[in-house]
């Protein structure tokens, strides 16, 4: 069935109220600091930078520092400052953050990938880094030792990244189209199921852990809900100004 969505008429614009400027090449992720006027920016020219808010109130870099590898992708865990950085080279460069986020120290390397890190999750819970690449594998690694626990492949290109923390369930998206489902444990793993609906790559999943939805964005211009927590295997397809639901015979 399908049913049409009206937009609403606007009634005000967006407020440009910063811009931030000092990256030579594309910025790949930039996550703000909870609690703190701040910004970290990765980039392929290299670098990772802190910006943090002067009282002129323009952002200025407090931490400029610069990797081997061009950065893909970032997790930042504010409670305990640390942070990932995927690198186009394949690695994973784990860097620790002061208190006053004016200086960054470098903890370790981790040889993830053999191709472009795409995305990437830090589990303070299990002490893993979870990581997708374009070798078309998923890894994960143990952050106390350093040692490759599990990695399995795919395919083709694993784009995307969602982690469950809690139970320890990998969303890995591909440019094949397909979503598949692991549960991940040390020196092993299980496939649980593989989720089919796009027609296209898949860019971007959103997990919410609350409600057990999962959002899956792809290059065929659509965006999927999926209802992992119901098993009721029920999705929404939103495309343009569209809405079509359908019924996916997909058991978790």
């Known amino acids: 069935m399908a049913a049409e969505i009206h937009?609403?008429?606007?009634?005000?614009?967006?407020?440009?109220?910063?811009?931030?400027?000092?990256?030579?090449?594309?910025?790949?992720?930039?996550?703000?600091?909870?609690?703190?006027d701040g910004v970290i920016t990765v980039s392929e020219d290299r670098t990772?930078?802190?910006w943090l808010k002067r009282d002129s109130g323009q952002y200025w870099p407090s931490i400029y520092h610069t990797v081997s590898s061009p950065?893909?992708?970032?997790?930042?865990?504010?409670?305990?400052?640390?942070?990932?950085?995927?690198?186009?080279?394949g690695?994973?460069?784990?860097f620790l953050i002061s208190e006053d986020f004016n200086k960054m120290n470098h903890v370790k390397t981790y040889p993830a990938h053999q191709n472009r890190v795409s995305d990437m999750v830090f589990s303070l819970e299990s002490?893993?880094?979870?990581?997708?690449?374009?070798?078309k594998s998923v890894s994960w690694m143990c952050t106390?030792?350093?040692?490759?626990?599990?990695?399995?492949?795919?395919?083709?290109?694993?784009?995307?990244?969602?982690y469950d923390h809690e139970t320890q369930h990998a969303f890995v998206g591909d440019y094949s189209g397909q979503?598949?489902?692991?549960?991940l444990e040390k020196q092993t793993y299980s496939i649980i199921t593989t989720l089919k609906g796009h027609?296209?790559?898949?860019?971007?999943?959103?997990?919410?852990?609350?409600?057990?939805?999962?959002?899956?964005?792809?290059?065929?211009?659509?965006?999927?809900?999926?209802?992992?927590?119901?098993?009721?295997?029920?999705?929404?397809?939103?495309?343009?100004?569209?809405?079509?639901?359908?019924?996916?015979?997909?058991?978790?």
């Open 7 to 36: 937009s609403r008429p606007q009634t005000a614009r967006p407020v440009l109220l910063n811009k931030i400027e000092g990256h030579s090449d594309a910025v790949n992720t930039a996550v703000l600091i909870p609690k703190e």
């Open 48 to 50: 990772i930078r802190v």
């Open 71 to 89: 950065c893909s992708c970032m997790s930042y865990h504010h409670d305990s400052r640390r942070i990932f950085i995927g690198q186009d080279n």
């Open 91 to 94: 690695g994973v460069v784990e």
């Open 127 to 135: 002490e893993w880094v979870v990581s997708t690449g374009h070798d």
């Open 144 to 162: 106390q030792s350093g040692s490759m626990l599990g990695r399995h492949y795919f395919t083709s290109w694993a784009s995307c990244l969602q």
């Open 179 to 183: 979503i598949t489902l692991l549960k």
């Open 199 to 252: 027609e296209g790559s898949i860019g971007v999943l959103w997990w919410d852990p609350a409600q057990r939805l999962l959002f899956s964005g792809a290059s065929d211009h659509s965006i999927i809900m999926w209802d992992i927590g119901g098993r009721k295997g029920r999705t929404l397809l939103l495309q343009g100004h569209h809405l079509v639901s359908f019924e996916m015979m997909q058991s978790v």
